[in-house]
T-cell receptor, first 114, second 120 residues
Framework: NAGVTQTPKFQVLKTGQSMTLQCAQDMNHNSMYWYRQDPGMGLRLIYYSASEGTTDKGEVPNGYNVSRLNKREFSLRLESAAPSQTSVYFC?????????????FGPGTRLLVL | AQTVTQSQPEMSVQEAETVTLSCTYDTSESDYYLFWYKQPPSRQMILVIRQEAYKQQNATENRFSVNFQKAAKSFSLKISDSQLGDAAMYFCAYRSARGNSGGSNYKLTFGKGTLLTVNP
């Protein structure tokens, strides 16, 4: 039981390049989330998926797209990377139908955009 | 919109001593959850403790306990018998108990964090 896994762990991009961050969970959770963490800002929600087949914008969705590929996988895509997207990205999952459920986080992906 | 404030950017404690981290939040809701997450240098986000707003009893988890004051919208974390492994960034987080249009977003709103140093 690996929990929430993310790939890659670290990535360097040039401005304008595109890439996809991958996330998978093996806890059979319905809901999945993408957050970004910037120094002094805490974590902010980019997009979330309440259940398979649905996605919604969070606080800071501009410049990103997501795909809920199946129940296990939720990817985050940067179509044209910008230096402002340099950050640490966390994926999380939870069983939202259970009252009081906890979000479990992956190890993070550190992204540097030059 | 809900907001979470952690007024202490940094705290330090001597090993084996007790430290309290502060968190306040702003919400108009009556049903919600509060969390403390720990983020060590590995950057992994680890749940420390959770409080349900409808429960008056403060949550405890081994050496970790909270002081939940609903009327004051305060949710502090007390770490007893501090250990070197407790050194980390600690985040307070809020989550509504209501879904969104029948959905289940339950997104977390985080504070900016408190960096805890444990001195040997």
């Amino acid at each position: 039981n690996a929990g929430v896994t993310q790939t890659p762990k670290f990535q360097v991009l040039k401005t304008g390049q595109s890439m996809t961050l991958q996330c998978a969970q093996d806890m059979n959770h319905n809901s999945m989330y993408w957050y970004r963490q910037d120094p002094g800002m805490g974590l902010r929600l980019i997009y979330y998926s309440a259940s398979e087949g649905t996605t919604d914008k969070g606080e800071v969705p501009n410049g990103y797209n997501v795909s809920r590929l199946n129940k296990r996988e939720f990817s985050l895509r940067l179509e044209s990377a910008a230096p402002s997207q340099t950050s640490v990205y966390f994926c999380a999952s939870s069983e939202a139908r259970i009252r009081g459920e906890t979000q479990y986080f992956g190890p993070g992906t550190r992204l540097l955009v030059l | 919109a809900q907001t979470v404030t952690q007024s202490q950017p940094e705290m330090s404690v001597q090993e084996a001593e007790t430290v309290t981290l502060s968190c306040t939040y702003d919400t108009s809701e009556s049903d919600y959850y509060l969390f403390w997450y720990k983020q060590p240098p590995s950057r992994q986000m680890i749940l420390v403790i959770r409080q349900e707003a409808y429960k008056q009893q403060n949550a405890t988890e081994n050496r970790f306990s909270v002081n939940f004051q609903k009327a004051a919208k305060s949710f502090s974390l007390k770490i007893s018998d501090s250990q070197l492994g407790d050194a980390a960034m600690y985040f307070c987080a809020y989550r509504s108990a209501r879904g969104n249009s029948g959905g289940s977003n339950y997104k977390l709103t985080f504070g900016k964090g408190t960096l805890l140093t444990v001195n040997p």
